[in-house]
T-cell receptor, first 115, second 112 residues
Framework: AQTVTQSQPEMSVQEAETVTLSCTYD???????LFWYKQPPSRQMILVIR??????QNATENRFSVNFQKAAKSFSLKISDSQLGDAAMYFC????????????FGTGTRLAVRP | SQTIHQWPATLVQPVGSPLSLECTVE??????LYWYRQAAGRGLQLLFY??????ISSEVPQNLSASRPQDRQFILSSKKLLLSDSGFYLC???????????FGQGTRLTVV
């Protein structure tokens, strides 16, 4: 069974600085998708970035980028030039392409941004 | 465009009462549907997922059940609620060629 682990329950970053959130996963599959979702206080789930496992190039979306290490089963999120609006709960997620499209989330990392 | 509707937004129920939460997707066909629960300050726990009508996979054996009576309708139920069923429930959908998941607004359930 696939599992997703986020070992940092809470993180804090100074505004305009850079922060990296960690995520590791366990799978025996070779083809899958990885995601980072943001959940602000409104509780609405917002997609931040996604990575296809077959792509070697790390995904980038403006200030957000990932470090995808397939062999190490690691998928970290880097937030550059942190803004107050980045404060939220961040979830790493794994989507299987073979096990009935099962979508599994980690336990989340709460990010605080200090002004 | 596709939309997902989840209701009610807030629910307060006494212990031992039944539960029915409904999720409906519009603008697509044959979606994969998911129910998650989020306890206060915790992560998303996958409860059930469905890849088609009548096809339900249960992740956590507990006091809840799910049904998919129609292609785009996913229902989460309980015959008798427990205090531990309190939490924030999220419905989501995906499609085979759409890799990301889209979420409903969620239901905050408080069992008293």
């Amino acid at each position: 069974a696939q599992t997703v682990t986020q070992s940092q329950p809470e993180m804090s970053v100074q505004e305009a600085e850079t922060v990296t959130l960690s995520c590791t996963y366990d799978t025996s599959e070779s083809d899958y998708y990885l995601f980072w979702y943001k959940q602000p206080p409104s509780r609405q789930m917002i997609l931040v970035i996604r990575q296809e496992a077959y792509k070697q190039q790390n995904a980038t979306e403006n200030r957000f980028s990932v470090n995808f290490q397939k062999a190490a089963k690691s998928f970290s999120l880097k937030i550059s030039d942190s803004q107050l609006g980045d404060a939220a709960m961040y979830f790493c997620a794994y989507r299987s392409t073979s096990s009935g499209d099962k979508l599994t989330f980690g336990t989340g990392t709460r990010l605080a941004v200090r002004p | 465009s596709q939309t997902i509707h989840q209701w009610p937004a807030t629910l307060v129920q006494p212990v031992g009462s039944p539960l029915s939460l409904e999720c409906t997707v519009e603008g697509t066909s044959n979606p994969n549907l998911y129910w998650y629960r989020q306890a206060a300050g915790r992560g998303l726990q996958l409860l059930f997922y469905s890849v088609g009508i009548g096809q339900i996979s249960s992740e956590v054996p507990q006091n809840l059940s799910a049904s998919r009576p129609q292609d785009r309708q996913f229902i989460l139920s309980s015959k008798k609620l427990l205090l531990s069923d309190s939490g924030f429930y999220l419905c989501a959908w995906t499609r085979d060629w759409v890799t990301e998941a889209f979420f409903g607004q969620g239901t905050r359930l408080t069992v008293v």
